[in-house]
């Protein structure tokens, strides 16, 4: 059951063990998925059983995989929330180039103010330990939220003007050629 919970071919093998439940004399799995014959051999038995036993495989797998899906869905949120505050502040979007400096210097930041935080709840069971960090990401979303308000409340923020400075050639050549271009000869 385990080896079915931790595979990373789930599906394949699911589908496999309901593709052959009804062929009687076959045992396809080999290898390091041999414990399946077993899931296998109690599905030619009672196909209700089998599939619970799926059904509780699928329910340990979602677990583990649904908390990452979600942590790195408002990590990747909280993200594009920084690089849009930074954009309204700079008046320019944020180049692609500048992006992980940007988000490495905002998560120093916030890295210190959780540690700290963490730090004054001392030995807190894990449980609780979650929470308070679970309430310290929403209180980062709200904050950046506020300043993304108060950044568009403003207007956007007028870019500077960009000068270009056309360099002077400095080869004799160069010289004459500009000259000649201005009307002066040499």
Do not use: C
């Amino acid at each position: 059951m385990q080896f079915l919970v931790d595979s990373s071919y789930f599906h394949h093998h699911v589908a496999k063990l309901r593709s052959t439940v009804t062929k009687p004399r076959s045992l396809p799995f080999k290898d390091d998925a041999e414990p399946l014959n077993e899931l296998l051999l109690i599905g030619r038995q009672n196909v209700a059983a089998m599939e619970n036993l799926i059904a509780v495989a699928e329910h340990k797998r979602g677990g583990k995989n649904e908390y990452q899906r979600l942590y790195m869905a408002a990590k990747r949120k909280r993200d594009r929330k920084v690089l849009e505050l930074e954009a309204l502040m700079s008046g320019q979007p944020v180049p692609a180039a500048h992006r992980p400096a940007v988000l490495k210097q905002q998560y120093a930041v916030w890295d210190k103010e959780r540690d700290a935080m963490l730090k004054k709840l001392g030995d807190t069971p894990w449980l609780g330990r979650n929470e308070r960090l679970k309430e310290f990401w929403e209180r980062k979303e709200v904050e950046i939220d506020a300043l993304i308000e108060e950044a568009k409340r403003r207007g956007p923020v007028k870019r500077k003007r960009v000068v270009h400075v056309e360099q002077q050639p400095k080869t004799s050549f160069g010289k004459a050629l500009v000259a000649a271009v201005r009307g002066k000869t040499t």
